[in-house]
């Protein structure tokens, strides 16, 4: 196993994550997160500690981000190459799995970790920390992997993690007065003169009022950063106080499903950025099977035995090997159908093969030491009944077949997860096998979305808006079409029981609603769009907030199920290619893919002018008192690891050091190499030492000062680098492909497409006012507000005669449509196709942006998009007021 490149997502989430660092580092962490969210910080109950989340749903990849952010949050946060982390999860299976990856070399979780500070890291569990010297804490960065439950308790004395450890004493004895005058604030940090009255051996008598020599006051001692695993988990008040006894310089949580009000997220992924990215399969074909459970297991049967025809032809194209597998859900034991009835049923009456079968219960464990996505399984079908064993893989699972009720199936949440995961986390040839497929034992297929939905929502940390786009009814889709061309759909309309109401006369005669007698009680039944109106009107049948919130939840749920069905994309609806750009170097040339990079090619950056070496924005500021500086010298060359470290143990005289300037360099290198990939080893050395001269001998800089900020010296110069390649690639963007120097043509050949579940809108910018936009293509909207001047913009394209479907532009790779521009990828906010075929991307301004260079050089190179695409594709260049015309004017000229 190699190290993963990050999905755009995680990088997204990842990023976020160092914003908000960066700016607590300043602000603080309420300021900092308030203008990165939005939303109000919640401070309590660590203070100034801060604490905040990645919301990731199941099938997200958390576990390698938080690899990831353990390096990201040492530099952003603590600014040190050594840190000390304390990797809390919710059980030992998980315990034992993590520390597993994390300690085996090539395993992508310890790559990202290693990529940061290479073969002197240390990952141990807790009865190892004792074990490692207590002059390498502080000089390696060092990660403990264990259990919350570790350290959540009442009574200290019952667990090893807070009892007095004379295996501790070497530790505690190299520490400093200051240093352990930082635990005297702790939650039970200290010994009580009661555990000295108790204690056998008479060992703590002299140490009452004293720190514990404990392994909670070690990792205490050194400020470790916190990564807490299934953070929901960890919101009570046990929870927090064993948080606090460890002293933690920072919080990082993960988790699906986040508690509201308790928890600061700062990023959110939505299920399209995981299907974008294809790390979950969408949609979830779903069919319901009211004549019993026979027909389910009879179906969810001939779904595996397509889907492996499916997979042979896949494989055949080059896609890999894929068994498709089926995950069971059987009744309790004293219901009509426990796993063995199943088991018979498989067997005898669709005469299974036998090794085709595995059960997997409390007291049948038939897939310990399987590995079923090897070759020489045989296994196609799982049965269970309640969780699978926690931890376990099924990276083949497709078909998800309940036998049991979803209203109160235990465990739907735990298997659905299972067959939502892309084998590989890459896209399959066959279309079929980018979906999953779930069969369950209910009336209707709404009932069955419903139930279904509440579990994607209340227990696998997805939003309603992204439920509804995820479940589509199976029998209205062409599964296992050949990869035909999509034809359109005719989905079931969506009908929601509302319990909850009373069914009135005035709520009876509304339009949508419908009293419907289901065992044996009047109930409101409601289909098609819920309007503010009936909205109003339902809620004023209900009594108590708690209820009135509850069916406002449930509205958002139906209008996000009824809306997902109605748009084009829903619908099977195409969406008319768009050209990407390409150039020729000649008219014999062959076409190439328009991008910054080819551009880039063609220059030649001057690193040791004046300009570059010049770091204008430095500025110095001391971080810290003192420093310490260790070069390494290993059988890959020098590894240079320079840190904080505290005045007891090292404390430097501010003019004299043994630090040299290529001790600098070489660090500055080993952070920078990644990030600077366009330049060689050479280059990067001979522009570091050039900068670091200037300021060691022009601005008088002391060279100690510059090791301490040595943090902020690589951000500048990464800043620096890029600012002198947008210098550099300005002036030949202008020349080669503005100018025309290049021959710049439309490539149809290799087309954007928007294509129907791949619209990854973040959740924190979606779309959310009562304006019902018809004819866009998704569901779901990114990035409008429900006011304002492009909301205007929008409605007057969904509402123009001339245009058939559109879509609000995503900014990101690769589902949203860019154009290149000297500084990267320019991506317009509205695509339309119009009812003719043709089609237009249109880009909104406000005015005080349109002499704006760059904005200038946007509109250029859309225009000349346009122009070379003989008529098939439009530019508009949009504003409130341009050239005499008003915006509605603007889109008519355009349009025709």
Known sequence: MTGLTLKHYQQAALDALGAFARAAQIKGPALAFGELAGRPYTAEPFGAVPCVCLRIPTGGGKTVMAAHAVGLLAREWRATDAPVAVWLVPSDTIRSQTLRALQTPGHPYREALAAQYGAGLKVCALEEVAQIAPPDWGRQAVVVVATIQSFRIEETGQRNVYSFSESFEPHFKGATERDLRRLQPLPDALVTAEEAATDGKGVLKGFVGQPRWSLANWLALHEPLLIVDEAHNAKTDKSFTALKRLNPSAILELTATPIPGKTNVVYHVSAQELAAESMIKLPIALAEHPQGWQQAVFAAVQSQRALEAEALKDEAAGFGYVRPIVLFQAQNANDEVPPEALRLHLLNELHIPPEQIAVATGDTRELEGLDLSARTSAVRFVITVQALREGWDCPFAYVLCSLQKLSSATAVEQLLGRVLRMPYASPRGRAALNRAYAHVCEAEFSSAAHELADRLINQMGFEALDVASMLVQQSSLPLFDGNQPQTPIKSSGIATNFIAIPPSPELASAPGVQIQTIAGEDQVVVTGHIGDELAALMLAEVRGAKKQEQVREKVAQHNALVAAQESPAARGERFAPLPTLGYRSDAQGKLWPLEREAVLETVELDLLSPEAIDLQGFQVTQQSPTFEIDVKVGAA??????????????????????????????????????????????????????????????????????????????????????????????????????????????????????????????????????????????????????????????????????????????????????????????????????????????????????????????RQIGELWARNSEGRALFGWAMMERSGLSLSQQLDQLFS
Not at 742 to 760: C, K, L, M, Q
């Open 637 to 858: 060359g020098a590894r240079v690891e320079l840190r904080q470290a505290d005045a007891g143990q090292i404390a430097f005289d501010y003019g004299s050091t043994t630090i040299t300037p290529q001790d600098l360099v070489r660090w500055l290198d080993q952070s920078l190499f990644k990030k600077l990939p366009e330049l060689t080893q050479g280059q990067r050395m001979a522009w570091f030492s050039a900068v670091i001269n200037r300021l060691l001998n022009e601005k008088g800089v002391a060279l100690v000062v510059l090791a301490q900020m040595r943090f902020r010296l690589a951000q500048d110069l990464e800043s620096k680098a890029a600012d002198l390649r947008s210098q550099a690639a300005k002036a030949q963007f202008r020349q080669l492909v503005l100018q025309e120097a290049w021959i710049i043509e439309p490539d149809w050949e290799h087309p954007h497409v928007f294509e129907a579940g791949r619209y990854p809108a973040p959740v924190g910018s979606r779309y959310t006012g009562r304006y019902r936009f018809g004819k866009h293509y998704f569901p779901v909207l990114a990035d409008l507000k429900s006011d304002g001047q492009e909301f205007l913009c929008a409605q007057m394209i969904d509402s123009h005669p001339k245009v058939d479907k559109w879509v609000r532009n995503l900014d990101t790779a690769p589902c949203g449509f860019a154009l290149p521009t000297s500084r990267g990828r320019f991506y317009p906010d509205f695509v339309a196709q119009l009812k003719d075929g043709r089609v237009a991307v249109i880009e909104f301004k406000g005015a005080h942006l349109a002499n704006d260079p760059y904005e200038i050089e946007k």
